[in-house]
């Protein structure tokens, strides 16, 4: 009896290490709780009650993906009967938010027509431009998205705009643009980029300060958020290890 509670019990404590070692080498939490989760099985169980059962509210959106292919489903067929701009926009949406860039793009072609003055749809075909590395056609979109209103999705759009002026080449527009946007927004993605270009342009000191602006708001940011940041915290690290003053 005795050795079966044993095995069972090593099994417990060897399966709570292996999903606790999962879930860091995915999220990548402070490095000290590697040695907290190989210390022993208890550290493994701390470990997943302070990190593993918060990060579960982030999965939200990977349940939310059955509803969204459902609805895409649906206006795939909508679409060939109805091919309005507003089903053809909704259809976008969709497939930025489920990561389909290339199909995200089309639908935004069709859904932009000469009558559109909504911001919106342009913006949202800048961004899909983006991730497909397009930055040249990026460009005009996300100046008319940011010269229809300037403050769009709360400056991030002038954030995207100064990052696609920067990969196109465009540096004196990068450089006014960067500082229009950092001088309004908070967003670590618009940070990081500014970083990015300003080592891009020698000027490292800078770079070092926009990274190291990431990581400042570290320390007062719920936890939710922080789980959130952690892509840009890891990204603002690795570029300070980089780029040296």
Known sequence: MGTFLFFAFSWWAILLRVVAIIHFIRR????????????HWVGALVYIVVEV????GLLRTSF??????????????AVLDN??????????????????????????????????????????RGIAEIELGDFVAAVPDLEHAVHSDADYDFHRAKG???????????VEKANVMF????????????????????????RNVEARVWAQRILEKKPTMPG??????RPWFRKAGGLLSRVRA
């Open 28 to 39: 990548r939490p402070d490095f000290f709780w590697l040695f907290v989760i190989l210390f």
């Open 53 to 56: 059962i918060p990060d579960a």
């Open 64 to 77: 939310q993906m059955f509803p969204r292919r459902r609805r895409i489903h649906e206006l795939e067929r």
């Open 83 to 124: 091919p309005s701009a507003g089903n053809y926009e909704e259809l976008g949406l969709l497939y930025l938010d489920d990561g389909n860039f290339v199909r995200a793009r089309a639908c935004y072609d069709k859904a932009i027509s000469s009558r559109t003055d909504s911001p919106d749809p342009f913006y949202r």
């Open 160 to 170: 995207l705009l100064a990052w696609a002026y920067a990969q196109t080449g465009q």
């Open 179 to 202: 500082q229009e946007a950092t001088r309004l927004s908070t967003l670590s993605e618009t940070y990081y980029h500014y970083a990015l270009f300003l080592e891009s342009q020698g």
């Open 224 to 229: 939710y958020l922080r789980r959130r940041e």
